[in-house]
């Protein structure tokens, strides 16, 4: 099979050629650029020389050659790519916004400021969590071609830390769930700019677009479609994302209202007492079974907290549970790597499932503690 | 003025000896501690070659020769040395937390696993944060030796924070307060340890003690006091510590459920409106006309993020004022250098103000950017 | 084919069981360890949950259970298992010194301070560096077990580095050759110290051990061998390692004095002319042509410079070749990732060589840019 | 006394700012900038809100309000601004490279490309190296204006650890010394750019402009400016520079041949022996003696190396003194901050001596260990 990358100079196109290229499923690899057509990537990235060698072609060529296609241009530009692949009948994997937001295009044209240019191909299109939407993706693609709209990095994190929450009715009927989180600066994108100039964001922590980001509503209708999975309302969502001095990794804090069944008696302001540990604990059990056939979350062992740092470059979602001392506050840490499960891993984990790969896949390697 | 340091060696104790040093109403320092007696301390911190240039004494040393006193004990060890301060009549500034909980003894030690040593000498004690006690601290001085209980860093970016939301109303009545903090690597002191080994803490960022740390009783009172002098209740409080890649500095976001009337119409999952950018800005202007007096305490203008890096090596501490989306929710961004204004600078400003020096002297630091 | 560690739980040693957990030709693993005999590996390394899952085992029956053995433990306390694996007819790939130093018994004793337990098994082992060493491995191998002496970080980096310079006359008889390398903080290894706390070495660098290193001997010896293939006398080497604040890689400088066929005429004070570019264009065609087969040596273009992150991850060694502006010294930069083709990753390279897989096998990990 | 400052805004620029509104002799601080004019810096660097708020004026105003002017404007700008200094009989201290090369208004033009707009400004001006020429500089300063070339950030790392060695007949007749050092990011400027946007420098160290690097000629002019004081032929100089993952800083590792007379005698491949342990220590105090009554050089003792972190913000150099292990090259570590020591200190130093204030005024800042 080949597969085709369009944006492949971009950080999330090159951490694609990277996972592809070891691909076991993938012959040839078809990568393209507007920006840098012609030369070949090892140019422009000497991390793949003696590795990575391909010409960067046009995006029509690359759809021409391929079975499926990835794209990991920015959001608004590569409708039409996406509309070339489905009249073509090969499948199409998005990296941008452009097709997270399904039939909800007023939403998508709020927080993106542009309306959808083909807006029949949502018919087509799945919200690409595979650990919520895998038989979606296995039905359309039983079907014709699919359209992945792969999910932004920090709702990955957020989603995936909050499903068994929301899906086993834990989280309090009207709550608003406040999603704390932190990413690498990779998640800047490779253009350099002053937030990301090493003396300004290195050792230092500070937060951005404080109320304002557009993963916001995608966390929205994410947190919405896994709580209508346990019948319960959508949660209110607060997220505010932090800029912290590291490479890769997002590491997200959700705070969840329990609700009564699951709260365990008040203490006050006392130290944690053992009906919270043992509360936690069955919490715990009930997240580590929710996920038990998934491949790539795990829910960390008492006394184990997510870190950002043990998912690196893997495809996991480390996933710690907590109670806060008051019996009442769901604390979940979840940690991903942004580039991998928040991006380009999460992208071929979707191919995998689309075109009837072994779902792990090029997607084996195991992170290492530094 | 001679001012003495016990417990000198340790990471805060070094940064009094630092601040100390070139403060211009001190004219000698007594540095003592009890693990390198008769060692000189430039050993031990070779930065201070040719700056500092003490040799390390006993405790009962220090308070013979000293008019104030400062302890960067651990807790539970400096109750003795405080009664021998008061006794012979000066000041006592402990970094510790035998001196932060006041009369709540039973707090005290639910927390920290034993009762106060002499709990009489509560009665000359404050919680010293200046933007709060800075009245009690000079009412106690006019009058005798004061224990100064220096508060927790933690404590300190998250009471700053809070303090005019508590006090002016914003806050709803009854509330939970959220408030998920990240550290640099300073605060978890000079004692090696497998967390702090630059290995498996750098490039990473995770929580600890989630739902279990000794901050938390400590901001609930804090929240407490200042939620008093507003005529509200004390607010419940959720606090989760995150370990990030850096040296120096916590920034805390507080997430504080907004009284009624002070909330912006709901806009659902809109955008942020002008609606909500002004009601934003109201806020800001009354946190800043809260601080207005405060020589230590900068709330940033609009578009400014509050940021550990531009609080490095000073004793400032940085409030950005931001509104969730949904107008109903009040984001507060706080951060301070975690030595300095969440450690010996703040004990260095209540020495200060209890020794009758200008409240900035030995503090004018400007910080740099990087 | 079933490979054992001994020594699985240092950062070396599990980094081989991270490579060899993936390893085509490896189908059980047995990992040793004395500290932690009893428990499992994940318990020790939460990065490996889902991933690994190995009870440690004793020493002895990892070597009984095995047709490889690869040690990780501490210089001098492996010749026994070493012996063990002999006698048992198993080839023995060790990461301590060991078995660096040949029939050099004297040179072995005065660096590390004691003598061979069993000098005897000297005559079945090699200096694994396969550039250097391939046919000799396979020779030896040929003919029954093989004990593999795994070159130290720092010699890796700098002999592949000097290695052409060295075998085809580059290098002025009789010169000394400076290497000055930086490396990674994993380098000081799995336990806590002081050095290594990240307060203390973050955002800083210094040296250590200056002109008395004990990778030092190392390198003369292998420059000696090096120069030997070209019928040159062994330079003087002048080694000083430092402390860089990153966690992985080594990044090593050599300074190589140019035979006087080699130079270029000297422009004095001048900037680089265009004869130097031209000459140092034409030893860079020489070392790329010298490496030409080598999987793991990548001899960077004009233009691009050697740098650990590039390499991060892989077992590549890459090298950027330049010349002084006076045209009589030959600058090598010499990048590698300290843990895996400075350590692990050389030891699996070797043991492909040993055992008749492909040299690549388990090592094609394509570095990603950061 | 009033300061300006031309090229306020940029990194160099706003770390004069900020030492000098801290100076005790500097009342008020005009600072000028061309692509900021009109605004106020506290916009630009928030870190200097409440602490610094001067409006950025033109060049010419902050020329007509000062006694004294710096200049960090890029290379080749600011002549035009010294010729009027001088003609207004104020001193000009420049960090641009365009005054220090005194006479030799060749070598200039052939690494800066541009000849000099105003030759004749070189008869006020002088090498800004204070512990080189100090008396030169007070000698001009009696005389009239002064026009200061502040040395470049590797020169004067490099000459601090070469002076001695030069000055006293320590290095070899003839010698070439090799100087291999590291810098922080903020050497490289405000402007963001590929190479310190941090996804790209971070955790990694590479070389850059190898052989090729514009201090290359001021070392080596520094270097026989010093060996003329001893009587010595100047040496030749190989100066490699490379970038490190921190934001300040610069460790420069120089390797120094040793005359015959003070060499130990060689041990070959020996660990060192206590004959090279005591010529080190001969060295140490030789080195020590030489810098005695220097404020802000610090000779480190035994078993101490440099390190950037320990003159963090500070004026200080840390100079480290070794010998290799075979006798024969002196190895000096020699340490400051780039932005400090390397620059902005440099300069308020040299305006103390030229103005005559206490050469420390507005310098006495302890360093930190972190």
Redesign the interface.
Known sequence: MNAGIIGATG?AG??LV?LL??HPGIKNLNAASVSFEGENIENI????????SCPLVKPEEAIARSDVIFSALPHGVGEGYAKACVERGISFIDLSADFRFGDDEA?FA??YGQRYKYPELRSRSVYGLPELNRARLRELAADGPVIVGNPGCYPTAASLGAFPALAKGLAAEGA?I?V?A?S???GGG?E???A?????????????K???HRH??EI??SFAAMAGRGGVCAP?V?F?P?L??????I?A?L?IPLARAWQSPSMG????SKE?AAK?AEIRRLYADFYKDE?FV?V??EG??????????SN?CDI?V?????G??L?I?S?IDN?VKGAAGQAVQNMNIVMGFEESAGL?M?????
Not at 269 to 272: F, G, H, I, K, T
Not at 304 to 313: C, E, I, L, P, S
């Open positions: 950080y090159a951490e990277r290229q070891a990235y000497p991390n793949f020389l003696k590795n990575v939403l709020a927080w608003t406040i704390d932190a690498g600066v990779t490779r350099p700019g002053r990301y100039h090493f003396p300004e964001c290195s050792d230092s922590m500070s937060p951005y404080v109320g304002a916001s509503p929205r209708r209110g607060v505010t932090h912290a001095p590291m490479n890769r990794g590491l804090a705070y302001n006392a130290p944690p919270i936690a491949l795990r960390l062992p184990v907290f997510a870190a950002t740092g043990r998912v690196r470059q996991f710690s907590h109670l806060d001392q008051s009442t506050m604390i840490e940690a580039m084996a195991i992170p290492a503690l530094f």
